[in-house]
């Protein structure tokens, strides 16, 4: 084992090593000859297959080892009010003993590899140190396309302190025992959040967000709590530049529960003539205030965990072009001629290919089962997209002028609208309601509260994270503009009402228009919204159904109230003003 530097991290492997009784330690430095090395290690285990694609490799999963697990997640603040009504607590004492006892020799057979990374750009005032230790090599090539990981991150840590993750697939062999390809327990599944300690402990799981513990779990979870201490934001939402034909760049972060677009909102392709969309970030931004007064976002992440199904070159050309090369695939369907294969990629399937999970699929098997799991996924660098913004490395971040927020609602909810004020903005990213996706185990379709898209992925208390937002306003401050999007309204036949995707560029040009006072708009009790012929929509879009809306705010009532006394006065106004106005009228 090589040594390392940090006396924190050299005392933290120690004891994890007793712990955990690795038969190897290795210290990964992220050079290439190591990547090399750790693929060949699991297309020898059979956890990889080599794909056509340069540089590309395939993962089948454990069948039961698909998605986050959002009810075998924890956030183990010492008080149980402070990780409030949102999340699953247990006292940190008594898990912990708990998960010593899971972990203790876990890591027997196996090798333990350490993983130091950066979130935020290297060179960022913002940018935070981790590192992961994890028996799964899977894990450690993942992390290497999505965050900053080896020697220049161990470098950046210094001597200080930094954020420790541990991660165990918890399944220990004996000495002669043969592998599985996708070792993992699913039965024993705990992914434990400790935020004062700045700890997460995962076992069980080798999947996504369960295993990747950079990212939900340290960039969303734990950073929401650093950030609330420090005075930021720490949020699930995409960043985005939008440049009109006049060469003027604005940028914005959306967000929306998880698989609801955000890929594509972030690489979108223009439909309309001399606009276009550059990336920045997918899924997560940082954001601080600078010295003008404007708050600016970076992406924490360096890449891409997009959802593959649906994923084509009429629905995201550019996410296809950032996964040609380089790109882990896991479970989806590997074509004859060593390619991979999702529903929605292409409208005709192949004749045949192998499923996510490792059957013969095709014509002459009749399909039962989907080629590809519906949360399959893929990992590349963000670097490799072909529209990535220019700064999308800048070490203070792109200054953000607009904030959107959306879901997934098949009625109710219109195309567009901006909030009234900021107070207005932050209560309607509290009441973000969305239809459930494959992201998160368990039912699809069903309706569910999703304040901020932070429901799975806020580390304390929802009222005091609604708190945290009001209080960003203060004077000396420009405050970006809030938007509420929903693409997926659909008319009585269960059709999609707006055909979204390079469309959704005729939403984003009424947005900037709006912050340059360019277009007047329409003021609702809503927010205000475009003329549906500026849009040059169906003006079912943008209506306001009276029955639901009531039905919506006597809703949010109730789901306001499990916030107690923790829930803003400011947002309890805005929901009373809305009550009123629809029960009156
Ligand atoms: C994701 C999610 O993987 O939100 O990004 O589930
Ligand atoms: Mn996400």
Known sequence: MKAVAN??????????CLLCQPKDVQIIDGSDEENKQ???KLIESKTLVKLKRPGSYLARSNPEDVARVEDRTFICSKSSENAGPTNNWQEPAEIKTKLKGLFQGCMRGRTMYV??????????PYAKGAVEITDSPYVVVNMRLMARVGKRAEEALGNSEFVKCLHSVGRPLAADEKDVSWPCNPKETYIVHFPEEREVWSFGSGYGGNALLNKKCFALRLASCMARDEGWLAEHMLIISVTNPEGEKKYFTASFPSACGKTNLAMLSSTLPGWKVECVGDDIAWMHWGKDG???????EAGFFGVATGTSMKSNPNAMK????NAIFTNVGLTDDGDVWWEGMTDVPPQHLINWKGEEWGQAAVPTEKAAHPNSR????????????????????VPISGIIFGGRRSTTMPLVRQALSWEH?????ASMTSE???????????LRHDPFAMLPFCGYHMGDYFAHWLKQKVSGRKCPEIFYVNWFLKDDSGKFLWPGFGENMKVLKWMCERIDGKTKGVKTPIGIRPEAQELGCHPQLLEINQESWKKETKDLESYFATFGKKLPQELLEEQKKLQKHFECC
């Open 115 to 124: 993983v130091p990374y950066l979130m935020g750009p290297y060179g960022s």
């Open 294 to 300: 404007r708050l600016y976002a970076v992406n924490p």
């Open 7 to 16: 006396e924190h991290l050299k005392k933290w492997i120690e004891e994890m």
């Open 378 to 397: 893929f990992t590349a660098a963000t670097s490799q997209c072909p529209v990535v913004d220019p700064l999308y490395e800048a070490p203070l971040g």
């Open 425 to 429: 903005g932050v209560f309607l990213g």
């Open 436 to 446: 459930t996706t494959a992201a998160a185990k368990g039912e699809v379709g069903k």
């Open 38 to 40: 750790l693929i060949q």
């Open 322 to 325: 950032t996964i040609e090369k």
